[in-house]
């Protein structure tokens, strides 16, 4: 029989992408999110439009006893949206209440696994204040001090999850990704992370112009292409490991160099004017020992490799707004 799965917002980045891997491998998959997928239709076999917020919503799309939830809906955006504190009691309030919501329902249901996406912004920020030294191994976590609300509220929901793991068995898997890019990502609108606002400004910019990029450029971060991420949320989910564990790349560069990269995918003369902006921690890298370990894999692929092809795909939107 198929196995049957729930992907809760599937409309979104990683949601979508992953709900067309999971219809490869022969899934059953019920999707759910505010909106449809922006840049693509869905593969998925029902998409609900519902607001995961709400508990009649939530009980009409977890039912019965699916096999697989893969919980990935979250009040989110990049650095513009998370770090400028405007956004704080949305992302806190709406993320936590889909959380409290779905795990309820999963115990309730007795599902057969959830994944919860968990991210490197709730490691704490004393241990990110060197760029060439950023320190984010798993069992670093503690005493906790996030440098952002969505980093305490990711948190708060993994020990959520976990809780409901040692108190009523529920089989859980908790990934913390790290920067995770590619085609059909947010690229545009104020919520997109540095990768595609670095790719959209390289696309945009004319040659012998510049591209304005937030802060010194110095501070670092590594930045995983989405197969690779999807790969390790199917191997966890496939493994006797609960978490957490690292989903990201070692592979660290610092935002200066990233736009460098981008600069040369596309070819044109184009220089960095660095300017004031919201950036996070000084410093941010995975620290991939753990899921060596415990599923004898990580990501592999160049980050140039995943650059150009989110290049590619981004440069294409720009020519076709930039014609319409
Ligand atoms: P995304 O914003 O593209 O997708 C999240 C989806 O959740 C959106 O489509 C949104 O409409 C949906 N959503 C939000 N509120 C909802 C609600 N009340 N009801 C129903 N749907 C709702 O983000 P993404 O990049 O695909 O990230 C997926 C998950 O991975 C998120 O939990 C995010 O915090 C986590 N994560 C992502 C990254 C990254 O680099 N992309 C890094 C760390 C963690």
New binding site residues.
Partial sequence: MKKSAIV?????????HLVKRLKEEGYWVRA????N?EYSKTFADEFII????EQD?CRKVLNKNFDEVY???????GAGYIFTGENDANVMH??A??NLNIVELCHKHNVGKVFY?????MYPDYNQKDPDNPKCAEDTAYPADPDSE?GWE?LFSERLFLSYHRNFGLQVKVA??????GEE??WVGG?E?APAAICRKVAEAGNGGFIEVWGDGKQTRSF?YINECLEGVRRLMQSDFTGPVNIGSEEMVSINQLAQKVIAISGKAIGIKNIPGPQGVRGRNSDNKLIKSKLNWEPTLPLDEGLAKTYRWISEQVKMLQTV
């Fill in positions: 809760c917002g599937a409309g979104g980045f990683i949601g979508s759910v999110d505010l909106k997928p519902g607001d995961l917020r919503v919980q990935l809906a979250a009040d989110m955006g709406n993320s209440t889909i996406s968990s991210s490197a912004c969505y990711k913390r990704f790290h920067n995770i890019f990502g947010t919520k992370k995983l």
